[in-house]
């Protein structure tokens, strides 16, 4: 089993930022990648940015390309993403997830944490 817990959420103002933290424990060795994904009211979750532990590949969905961008440290188990010029579209809950190594879906997810973006 894999724990995820995650904080940096909040409220900001449009054009603000905010950096996302989580923080992976437990059989952290058999993570293949991890990531975030967010979940606005009345819409689907939504894949937003993922990254490989070995290989350092990553992913941003169209969205967010440009403006966030994720990272990790593999010491510390953690993967972080940083959110520049903000949006209220970005306004939504953000998961943080992991892959277990051979599985193509996300195996362990955190709790969840709340960004705010007003105009």
């Known amino acids: 089993q894999v724990q995820l817990v995650e904080s940096g959420g909040g409220l900001v103002q449009a054009g603000g930022s905010l950096r996302l933290s989580c923080a992976a424990s437990?059989?952290?060795?058999?993570?293949?990648?991890m990531g975030w994904f967010r979940q606005a009211p009345g819409k689907e979750r939504e894949r937003v940015a993922t990254?490989?532990?070995?290989?350092?590949?990553?992913y941003y969905a169209d969205s967010v390309k440009g403006r966030f961008t994720i990272s990790r440290d593999n010491a510390k188990n953690t993967v972080y993403l940083q959110m520049n010029s903000l949006k209220p579209e970005d306004t939504a809950v953000y998961y943080c997830?992991?892959?277990?190594?051979?599985?193509?879906?996300?195996?362990?997810w955190g709790q969840g944490t709340q960004v705010t973006v007003s105009s």
């Open positions: 990254i490989t532990w070995s290989y350092v590949t990553t």
């Open positions: 437990g059989r952290t060795f058999s993570m293949n990648a």
């Open positions: 997830a992991a892959q277990r190594i051979g599985d193509r879906g996300y195996d362990y």
